[in-house]
């Protein structure tokens, strides 16, 4: 197949990680005869210093005419003065709702081998195997803004339709799994989760094999560091989602390992690992880049629908962390580009294996 892929590296570790993910998938494309063409563009800081804004309009036509966008990082302490009239992650945020990828998948499992890195005991971290799904054009993050003297307002909004749209797609995707279903909230406290919960109740409703239970998110909080392994496909709104998929990744070791896929009504995606752009360790070789290509498999399953290529990386992956070939994050030595390349060899072995 033939497909474009707009790469923006974005900021701190974005480059580094990007270029490893891209080696992998160009090496996926040559291998199974599919011809990737990739556009490099401009997002975040290094936008607002080349041309004065985070989001330029050629990095948004270059988005919308392809096949898929895989995003490095962006941000960093250079743009982070509070005051400042643009910050880089408006243009992170600004690209996702002009794609309108309104669910964002994060998926965790917890690899044998990276047990013994998480806080938790290792034997608490058996069977670990769970999908956010986190609703990402809506709530408090696009809510109207405003400041006065000694006075700021985030207002935080939520559609029925909004919410229908993201928990389908949680539903859609539960099924193919274990059919359980936690929505996250604070109907407790505020109105847009009560409709979130309302309006929850109505579409999974619909769906035969689903079951559905309801979570407080500061319950849900303490629940994954203590029952992990007792859900299946979560789904939450924007800020909750942000805030425990973050917690979620600490299981797996580091937040170096954690993927991400944005997906709305069509096939177009923004994959991106969930982590930062990491300016402690920026320039130095050694991120992780296991989140960027874990990044690239989900880019091949749900935008161009290569899911036998997708699973390949994913199983290369695996043997990668199997063995000692890791990054400072997971207690290795290995630089970005040699984890990259000892995936290339995986790969390499496994085709040989099949053939
Ligand atoms: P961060 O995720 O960049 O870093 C948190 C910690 O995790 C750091 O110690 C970092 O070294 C480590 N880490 C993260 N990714 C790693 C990797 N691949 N390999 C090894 N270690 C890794 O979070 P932060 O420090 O809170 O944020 C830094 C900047 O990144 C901020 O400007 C923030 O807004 C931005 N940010 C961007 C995105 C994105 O572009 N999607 C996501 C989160 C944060
Ligand atoms: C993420 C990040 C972003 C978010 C920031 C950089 C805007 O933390 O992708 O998780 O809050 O969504
Ligand atoms: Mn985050």
Redesign the pocket.
């Known amino acids: 197949m033939r497909a474009d892929i707009t790469v923006l590296p974005?900021d701190?570790?974005?480059p580094e990680?990007t270029a490893a993910a891209v080696a992998i998938l160009r090496e996926v494309g040559r291998r199974n005869g599919h011809v990737f063409e990739f556009s490099e563009h401009l997002i975040?800081g290094i936008a607002i210093d080349t041309c004065g804004e985070p989001l330029p309009q050629t990095t948004i036509d270059a988005c919308v005419n392809s096949d898929a966008v895989l995003?490095?990082?962006?941000?960093?302490p250079k743009w982070?003065n509070p005051q400042a009239r643009v910050r880089?992650?408006q243009g992170?945020l600004g690209l996702r709702a002009r794609l309108g990828v309104f669910a964002n998948l994060r998926p965790l499992r917890v690899h044998p081998r990276l047990a013994g890195l998480s806080p938790l005991k290792a034997e608490n971290l058996v069977g670990v195997d769970l999908l956010f799904v986190r609703e990402l054009t809506g709530g408090a993050y696009f809510g109207k803004k405003s400041r006065e003297a000694d006075v700021a307002i985030d207002e935080c909004r939520y559609s029925v339709a909004e919410v229908e749209r993201v928990v389908r797609r949680a539903c859609e995707l539960a099924r193919g799994r274990k059919g359980r279903l936690t929505s996250v909230d604070k109907a407790n406290v505020l109105e847009t989760s009560r409709l979130w919960r309302e309006t929850t109740e109505r579409v999974v409703a619909e769906y035969e094999g689903v079951s559905l239970e309801h979570q407080l998110v500061d319950s849900m909080a303490m629940l994954l560091l203590t029952r992990p392994s007792a859900y299946d496909v979560i789904v939450t709104e924007n800020l909750f989602g942000d805030i425990l998929t973050d917690e979620a990744a600490a299981l797996a070791g580091?937040?170096?390992v954690s993927p991400s896929a944005s997906l709305g009504a069509g096939r177009l995606g923004l994959y991106?690992?969930?982590?930062?752009?990491?300016?402690?360790?920026a320039g130095k070789g050694?991120?992780?880049?296991i989140?960027a290509i874990l990044s690239a498999a989900l880019l091949l399953r749900h935008s161009l629908g290569l899911e036998d290529e997708a699973h390949a990386v994913e199983v290369a992956v695996d043997a990668v962390l199997d063995s000692a070939e890791l990054?400072?994050?997971l207690g290795g030595k290995a630089s970005t580009t040699e984890v990259a390349e000892s995936v290339l060899a995986q790969l390499t072995r496994k085709q040989q294996a099949a053939a």
């Not at 995003?71 to 960093?76: E, H």
């Not at 991106?272 to 360790?281: F, L, R, T, V, W």
């Open positions: 974005g701190g570790i974005g990680v975040g995003l490095g990082a962006v941000g960093g982070s880089p992650e992170l580091s937040l170096g991106e690992p969930i982590h930062g752009s990491a300016p402690d360790i050694i991120a992780n880049p989140g990054t400072r994050d």
